[in-house]
């Protein structure tokens, strides 16, 4: 389960040693109103916190701002910073991530992880032993997410991320163990 996006600038998840790690946690639209205020489009799992007096970091150069106000609006979030007052600076922002430090968010509840966690884990057929290939991309769907999973020969392997089919995920081990329903791999 995915809670926010790793940066889009982190390949695989995985910082240089000593780098902090940023999560993407919405995308700043469009500037509403004429008193600073900007829609954000939520990318996490867990808007709520999203809050005044939080500091989160705006773009690539990870600009730091402090939540000023913020509201539901349509299926996204009014957001205000501090020392940021009128549409024309704000809307500066726009088409640009909001970020967060990993180590300043509440780590996720047990069983859920980060994608940048899961990207990269060989993935293993918990029956046999057989080696699929590695996780390369978690491709998300309205219903649940599909794990696209990469052979070394270059096979593609679409999983989808339920209970059924994903038994567990061993961090330290860097593996995924699952569980091939009937009809899921093309055996010819």
């Known amino acids: 389960m995915a809670a926010s996006r790793l940066s889009k600038n982190a390949n695989t998840g995985s910082p240089a040693d000593g780098e902090p790690v940023y999560l993407a946690v919405g995308f700043l639209r469009r500037p509403h109103g004429v008193r600073g ?11 709520e ?12 150069e990870r600009m730091p701002v402090t939540i000023a106000t ?21 809307g500066r922002y726009r088409n640009n991530s909001l970020f967060v430090k990993l180590a300043d968010w509440p780590p996720l509840p047990e069983g859920e992880y980060y994608d940048f966690q899961l990207i990269g884990l060989e993935v293993v057929v918990e029956e046999t032993g057989e080696v699929l290939g590695k996780l390369m991309e978690i491709i998300e769907t309205g219903a ?3 794990y696209l999973v990469k052979s070394e020969s270059g096979r593609e392997t679409l999983l ?15 593996q995924m163990s699952v569980y091939l329903l009937p009809g899921l791999i093309d055996e010819s």
């Open 160 to 174: 989808p991320a339920i209970p059924d089919v994903v038994l567990g995920i061993d961090l330290a081990q860097c």
């Open 37 to 47: 205020e900007i829609m954000l489009e939520i990318q996490t799992d867990y808007p």
């Open 70 to 90: 913020q509201r539901q609006h349509n299926k996204g979030l009014l957001l205000s910073f501090e020392g940021i007052n009128d549409r024309d600076e704000i």
């Open 144 to 146: 649940n997410d599909v």
């Open 49 to 60: 916190r999203l809050k005044p007096g939080e500091i989160f970091y705006i773009g690539d």
